[in-house]
């Protein structure tokens, strides 16, 4: 199940929040509004009832009534009754049947059929001897109506406002993580390409700002200084490792030289002196070639070595290879047999030398690592403008815990190993030389029944 990511848990929450607080407020304005409505619908049927008076007025024992006094204003109905209940002027609302009793001055609530209404009597003294009654109708389902249509508009307006807060949400998330995704982004791309001269950059995008920032910018900018400082460290190692390496050359090849000129001389030493004198001599060939591999993923580190790339037959170069080495593997003695599956006619655009050392290194380690009279294939096939090769032996395997460090410089693992140690660069040689021709390489091995070592290079067409 794929993980939900940071910025959609925030915007999620966010919103979750937002709507919550949105609806908690809606909820309680509504509650006040729908007894502010109410509070309204009396006020205003009492201020009507009250105004009405002015419409009635007595003149030479008679009542009169100004029209107005028949008009329905801010939905409330007027209508003028005397003493006795007696029904004199005005209007009554349709759908209002009943016909209560009158009360000075009392706010009731009138239930007929499936309406509600709000009734208000008034007494007004016209003369000494003669008072009337003004009463006032209007409609409490109506004003509720009225009510349940705003809420139903809010409800309407709640899921866009939802939606409008998420995307906001989104956007202001992604604005803010933004950097963080910077910082992520150029930690993939060094340990991509292993460039310890990237840099995050928060301080040159905006100058002058780096006080003003959050606490993002500034973990940008120190994670900025620490990569500073381990490229620093790493020059200075490959410095180091380049000049160490050019040091030994010089001694290590005088040895070398010496071993050789004793060992020309027939008669000066005993067989066991010349036994100890080969010995010296195996051990610094041994570092001779440790410190070619040094200086040349020293190069490498510092960008120094080139590659020189020529049209070739690869199917013919593999073949070669593979007979040279099965000449080496017959003068060891260990009786194993090098077997070849060449495509034909594979051409593609390498560099003859690198491809060379990485095939040697390859099927080497193989014999070395191979039992006695034991076979090592090396494959070659092309598929999709890429060709592979492929050494597989029935040696002794590798571990599962121990595959995935095999392509680490100098890494040795007991299990893997013969009595010939070697200083375990060849592997990372080999997969230095593929990533530089932009392939890859891949290891499978089976514990005590063997290993295969696969390189895929583009064909350059």
Not at 143 to 162: D, N
Not at 364 to 384: D, F, M, P, W
Not at 438 to 449: N, P
Request: proline share 2%; aromatic share 8%; charged share 25%.
């Amino acid at each position: 199940m794929k993980k939900i990511s940071l910025k959609l848990k925030l915007t999620l929450l966010y919103t979750f929040f937002m709507a919550l607080l949105t609806c908690a407020s809606l909820a309680i304005l509504f509650s006040l509004s729908n007894r502010e409505v109410l509070s309204s619908t009396q006020s205003k049927l009492e201020n009507r009832v009250q105004e009405s008076v002015e419409y009635i007025e007595l003149r030479n024992g008679e009542i009169r009534i100004d029209s107005d006094f028949y008009s329905v204003a801010r939905d409330v109905y007027l209508s003028l009754y005397d003493s006795d209940m007696y029904f004199m002027y005005g209007r009554v609302p349709h759908g209002f049947g009943q016909q209560p009793e009158l009360a000075d001055g009392e706010m009731r609530t009138i239930r007929d059929g499936n309406r509600e209404w709000y009734v208000y009597d008034m007494s007004y003294r016209l003369s000494d001897d003669q008072t009337v009654y003004v009463r006032g109708i209007t409609s409490i389902t109506d004003a509720e109506e009225s009510f349940t249509v705003t809420v139903r508009f809010a409800l309407v307006l709640l899921p866009l406002m939802v939606l409008a807060t998420a995307v906001i949400g989104y956007r202001f998330t992604r604005r803010t993580l933004a950097p963080v995704r910077k910082i992520t982004d150029t930690v993939q791309k060094i340990r991509a390409d292993a460039d310890l001269s990237r840099r995050i950059g928060f301080a040159d995008a905006d100058p002058g700002k780096g006080k003003e920032r959050d606490e993002i910018y500034v973990l940008g900018n120190t994670f900025d200084e620490m990569l500073e400082e381990l490229e620093n460290v790493f020059r200075r190692e490959q410095q180091f490792t380049s000049d160490a390496s050019h040091e030994l050359r010089t001694p290590v090849s005088v040895i070398l030289a010496q071993c050789d000129a004793m060992l020309a001389e027939d008669s000066t030493f005993t067989e066991e002196q010349r036994s100890q004198i080969s010995l010296i001599r195996r051990k610094a060939k041994g570092m001779s070639d440790m410190i070619s591999q040094l200086l040349f993923l020293s190069r490498a580190d510092q960008g120094r070595q080139p590659l020189h790339k020529e049209w070739l037959n690869v199917s013919e170069l593999t073949e070669m290879i593979s007979e040279e080495q099965q000449m080496l593997a017959d003068t060891d003695g260990r009786g194993i047999h090098v077997e070849t599956e060449i495509s034909p006619e594979i051409w593609a655009e390498v560099d003859e030398t690198f491809y060379i050392r990485m095939l040697v290194n390859l099927i080497s380690n193989a014999l070395r690592y191979s039992r006695e009279n034991g076979i090592v294939k090396v494959t070659l096939e092309e598929k999709e403008e890429m060709f592979t090769v492929s050494v597989h032996d029935h040696g002794i395997g590798i571990a599962p815990d121990v595959l995935p460090h095999i392509w680490e410089r100098f890494y040795q693992a007991d299990t893997a190993r013969t009595e010939d140690s070697h200083a375990g660069l060849g592997l990372s040689m080999v997969k230095w030389i593929a990533e530089a021709h932009g392939g890859s390489v891949k290891a499978e091995s089976t514990e005590g029944a063997g290993s295969t070592f696969s390189c895929s290079i583009p064909t350059g067409k």
